[in-house]
């Protein structure tokens, strides 16, 4: 968007560039674009776009700084995950330095479990993160998330553990919801809100009013009422 220059004479743009280069985009108008495929860029170079405004109080305003943003562009060459939950992946065509998300499907979804920086470059790239296994199937995949929700991921792997499932009681004297072992969980109220989520042997829920929760936890769900 290009205001009137703020003497209300002319408009407030004189001048656009992209890379040093100035454009040759028409700016004489209340609004106008900046035409990037006339530039020859290469997916994954840099872009310096300099947009210069007289200096009588008008400012220009950019509607999607985002559509400089990277989209994810890498190819999996190699997916596995060890019996001690260690995943490896290996990807090519790596163009920009966006992270790999790590997910798992437990609780019938897939559930955010770690973070790796992605490294840009288009050779081979090699990753690994240390997961923490459930009990039964295990299901992981790796993703990268570009400019306007444009996402790409992964094939999934799959191992199985045997672990034991854990269980859970809800101790009302203390307050508190205790696992048989460690585990990531979330709470939910009766609306379906997440209230509580976090990693430990037991939940403290003397904050909570007296009311039925629900549970995700381990590789499975539950509830309780507090009373």
Known sequence: QNSIGGY???FCVYE????GEVCTDETNSSAFEIDLKQHGLQMGAPVVIMI????DGCLPKVINPDALKPNPTFETIYMNVEDNGLLQWTTVNETSKLPYVIE????????????????????????????????????FRVKQKGYIDKTKYSPAVVYSSLLPEITYVYNKEIQKVQFSAFSFFEVYDKYGSLIK???????DVSNLKKDTYYMNFGNTMGEFKKK
Do not use: L
């Not at 656009?16 to 890379?19: A, D, L, M």
């Not at 990753?127 to 039964?136: D, L, V």
């Open 52 to 55: 210069k405004h007289k200096d």
């Open 16 to 19: 656009v560039s992209v890379n």
């Open 104 to 139: 798992q499907f437990k609780w019938n979804k897939w559930v955010q479990v770690g973070e790796v920086e992605g490294r840009g470059i288009p050779t081979a790239n090699y990753y690994t993160f240390k997961t923490t296994a459930i009990s039964g199937m295990n299901k």
């Open 197 to 203: 989520k976090g990693y430990g042997d037991k939940i």
């Open 8 to 10: 209300g004479v002319g």
